[in-house]
């Protein structure tokens, strides 16, 4: 028999361990990939800018002085891997280009939005739903909870929001002030037909509903702008499809209902129609859920923008301080001035509502603002809440709390 080289019998052998070491480095470098993101700067500022939340920080561990030594507390030390598994989410390397290939593949229908729970561990952690024909919607606020119908308000927290609401007007009424409170709908409320099939409803009743019903043997005027918003459609498109927010017609609508309330409180001149208006579009991109979503393809919609064709005769002045205030004045309006607590919908409504009063003070926030309000001295306060705000606000008075 001849014997074979000495080098052609090791050579499979020195093959397959270059081959394993190769392998070995590759995973082991793809593994502590991650870790050195945790050296680059910017991942806060992307994620406030893309994600509209703020980052999670370092967790910290109390210390509590126990005779002359100082001892971890137990809770700290029991949140601690939680917390620091958030952070380290939020800073590991590769994040945004991951992220958005990812969210590419959802929005291929490759991955489901299952998966990405799976993957991330929280719903909260993919903020976006893929739906229909290019439909995007939000999940903050547990508006998937909201929209399905299976967390519906306890006893405790509706009359809690009786309560508080009952007080304010009580409040209010003493100085002469009316009130009105204003529900601005969830997007997937006006367009449900858009919701990806694998969401399906548990009940119709939703805790608007029930927070209406239960006010009904109140005199407190509460104003639900879903069925106006819904007959709008038939015009024109009330919501954007890659933002959480209803655009210009949707907002015309809910200010023509407003408006009607407005008049039972402070008559004057009629608000405006559709027709005072000319509808134009235009193709954009980079709206709000689209923007959270970070993929490399992007998502351009068709804008829907509504043009006065009168002349438009209020002023608007930024103020300084947190929460954001806003002040409209108007000299030539026919309507006292007024306060409007608000959230973001309110933004595209306003420079509806600023032609009819002489003066609107806007405060973006959910509590309740006696300060300003005692300032002002507003004939009227308006009090807008997006539908989904019912799933995660707690209210406060703010005022002495109604019997």
Same mark, same amino acid.
């Given at each position: ?202 009940? +119709?009743?939703? @805790?608007?509903? =029930? ?7 109140? *005199?407190?005027?509460?104003?639900? &702008? $879903? ?60 709206? +709000?859920?689209? @923007?959270?979503? =970070? ?7 068709? *804008?829907?923008?509504?043009?006065? &064709? $009168? ?63 005692? @300032? ?28």
């Amino acid at each position: 028999m001849t014997a074979l080289p000495t080098s052609r019998l090791f050579a499979p052998q020195a093959t397959r361990t270059a081959y394993s070491f190769v392998i070995a480095v590759m995973f082991f470098g793809l593994l502590s990939a991650p870790l050195f993101g945790l050296l680059q700067g910017g991942a806060d500022d992307a994620i406030r800018e893309n994600e509209n939340r703020n980052p999670a920080k370092f967790p910290t561990v109390e210390l509590r002085q126990k005779g002359p030594i100082l001892w971890p507390s137990k809770k700290s030390l029991s949140l601690f891997p939680r917390s620091f598994e958030r952070w380290f989410n939020d800073h590991r390397g590769f994040r945004q280009p991951l992220l958005g290939l990812y969210n590419l593949a959802r929005s291929e229908g490759l991955v489901s939005e299952s998966l990405g729970q799976m993957v991330t561990g929280e719903a909260d952690r993919v903020p976006v739903i893929i739906g229909r024909e290019g439909w995007l919607y939000c999940t903050s606020d547990r508006l998937v909870d909201e929209y399905r119908g299976t967390h519906p308000f306890t006893q405790d927290g509706l009359d809690r929001w009786k309560n508080v609401l009952l007080a304010r007007k009580k409040w209010l009424a003493e100085r002469g002030i009316s009130y009105i409170v204003v529900f601005a709908p969830n997007k997937n409320a006006i367009y449900p037909e858009y919701m990806p099939r694998a969401i399906h409803r548990v009940t +119709d009743t939703c @805790r608007l509903d =029930q927070l209406k019903s239960h006010l009904q043997d109140t *005199d407190l005027d509460v104003i639900d &702008l $879903r069925a106006a918003v819904t007959a709008m459609k038939s015009r024109a498109r009330t919501y954007h499809r890659t933002d959480t927010h209803w655009n210009e017609v949707g907002a015309f609508a809910g200010y023509q209902e407003v408006m009607q309330a407005v008049s039972r409180h402070l008559p004057g001149e009629d608000s405006w129609t559709l027709e005072d208006f000319e509808i134009q579009t235009e193709m954009v991109g980079n709206k +709000d859920l689209a @923007r959270m979503l =970070q993929s490399p393809e992007p998502y351009i919609e068709e *804008d829907i923008r509504l043009v006065p &064709l $009168r002349q438009r005769h209020a002023n608007c002045e930024m103020l300084e301080g947190d929460p954001k205030s806003v002040k409209s004045t108007n000299p030539s309006a026919d309507r006292p001035n007024i306060v409007v607590v608000h959230d973001s919908f309110m933004t595209a409504m306003a420079p509806f509502l600023n032609e009819h009063f002489e003066a609107v003070q806007y405060e973006w926030q959910s509590d309740f603002p006696k300060d300003v309000i005692e @300032r002002e001295r507003p004939a009227l306060v308006i009090h807008e809440y997006v539908q989904r705000r019912l799933m995660s606000h707690q209210p406060e008075p703010g005022v002495p709390t109604a019997e």
